[in-house]
């Protein structure tokens, strides 16, 4: 028989749902008592709740609060979508786990099934693909980089919110080793963007808890070609070791040295052209009738979408298109990442560094190339514009859609545009808003075409 289970999340911003809706509990204390028992897998003394639910000052006998706890466990038995959720026996209180389930307590028994093996992992050794999966479930409950009880306010004693750092902290070491070691088993094994990806999460939660782990992560984007990002993480390590007037160690700041020097001096691999990486695949076959809807809409001056599960081979049918062209359109391609998601701008950061010439730079307007010199700091190095160091740089993201909107139409000022988005789906909302901004001004119906 399947048992309709009352939710309780904690693992984020706390939220309590049964059948699939949210459940109300509108009073305060009510709610921060079935938080802390849904965090207790075993039965808790009433002792324990009234130090933690009568509240600090209060100067009750021991009668009037065991009365209050009473009150307070008889309002949460109504509130409960089934009285039996909550369990009685004798002095001890607790859920019933049969009927309730809790993310924290999950999270905790899928740590303790791989605890005794990520103890004795190393770098250069790779973790069973069974303990790997249950690693991943475990990062999966938790909502995105966020807190245990995120901007929840239990209502309760000092003890309560004691209780509340307390398993933060001890929570978010256990996330936070779960990730390195993910990181360090896929960099092992050479999947340098999935590590990548979990060395960025630890990133976001600001836990890198060594110099060992830092340097990785550089090493990995820098393998993966993500040289831009590599910057925006050297660049924001060396100044809080410098913010903190810490030495930084010798190997984080050589890689952090070596990404720097790589960025002001970009290699001819990193404008590798999109027609060099399809070139050795096979021959093109079928998708006329595609084709021929994307000329189409090209002559019509519009734009297109093309949708599909991965491997369907929409990247090779955007390819075919654009070698069919004729005159042969200007190609430049954003290339957009999962972990890359929450960077604002990142696809059109590596778009223009990586297709806008040292000549076009020259020609943007001052304004424009403050506007855009926040986000790609060598442009200092790619543009001499004597007016520049002069100018103001606002974060108003209308000036910075504008400020692209002016390098792409010196780009565009002999030739069309066609500006193909790969893996729109990790676009992030900067870079969406931006392009919606092209289409407000018509951009890609007078200088270019949309993919």
């Not at 993310?103 to 605890?115: A, G, R, S, T």
């Not at 984007?221 to 160690?249: C, F, H, Q, S, W």
């Not at 960025?263 to 096979?282: D, K, M, N, Y």
């Not at 103001?392 to 066609?418: G, T």
Request: aromatic content about 8%; overall charge negative.
């Amino acid at each position: 028989m399947c048992v309709t289970k009352l939710k309780v999340r904690l693992l984020g911003a706390p939220e309590i749902t049964y059948e699939d809706q949210r459940l109300p509990i509108k009073r305060r204390q009510i709610r921060s008592l079935l938080l802390y028992l849904a965090a207790h897998e075993t039965l808790i003394g009433r002792t324990d709740l009234m130090m933690k639910f009568i509240k600090d000052g209060d100067n009750l006998d021991e009668a009037t609060e065991r009365r209050r706890i009473r009150k307070m466990l008889s309002l949460l038995r109504e509130a409960l979508p089934d009285p039996a959720m909550l369990i009685t026996f004798n002095d001890q209180v607790g859920l019933d786990f049969k009927q309730v389930e809790s993310d924290v307590i999950l999270f905790e028994k899928l740590y303790q099934k791989v605890e005794s093996t990520i103890k004795m992992h190393r770098m250069g050794q790779s973790l069973p693909s069974g303990t790997v999966r249950i690693m991943t479930e475990a990062i999966s409950l938790w909502q995105g980089s966020s807190i245990f009880l995120q901007s929840a306010e239990l209502m309760g004693s000092s003890e309560l919110e004691n209780w509340q750092i307390y398993m933060d902290s001890r929570l978010e070491n256990m996330r936070e080793t779960l990730i390195n070691h993910l990181a360090l088993n896929d960099l092992t094994i050479g999947d340098y963007e999935s590590g990548a990806r979990w060395l960025h999460m630890a990133l976001e939660l600001n836990q890198f808890s060594n110099e060992e782990e830092a340097a990785l992560f550089l090493s990995a984007l820098k393998k993966l070609g993500r040289i831009t990002e590599a910057l925006n993480i050297a660049v924001l390590l060396k100044k809080r070791y410098e913010e903190n007037d810490i030495e930084m160690p010798p190997e984080l700041e050589n890689i952090c040295d070596e990404i720097l020097e790589q960025f002001s001096a970009p290699s001819s691999e990193e404008s590798v052209t999109w027609g060099r990486t399809l070139s050795i695949q096979s021959p093109f076959a079928g998708r006329k009738r595609e084709l021929a809807i994307l000329k189409n809409a090209y002559q019509n001056k519009s734009g297109a979408v093309v949708w599909g599960e991965v491997g369907q081979g929409k990247t090779r049918l955007a390819h075919e298109f654009y070698q069919s062209i004729s005159p042969p359109p200007r190609l430049m391609v954003v290339t957009c990442h999962q972990m890359e998601k929450t960077l604002p701008f990142q696809p059109l950061i590596d778009m223009l560094k990586q297709f806008i010439t040292p000549d076009e730079w020259q020609r943007v307007d001052s304004f424009s190339l403050a506007q855009l010199s926040y986000f790609i700091p060598d442009l200092i190095i790619q543009s001499s514009h004597p007016s520049r160091e002069n100018e103001i740089i606002s974060a108003a993201p209308v000036l910075i859609f504008e400020a692209i909107h002016q390098v792409l139409l010196i780009a565009s000022a002999s030739e069309r545009l066609l500006i193909f988005i790969d893996n729109a789906q990790w676009a992030d909302e900067s870079s969406l808003n931006t392009f919606t901004y092209l289409m407000q001004k018509k951009f890609f119906f007078n200088h270019g075409f949309l993919m």
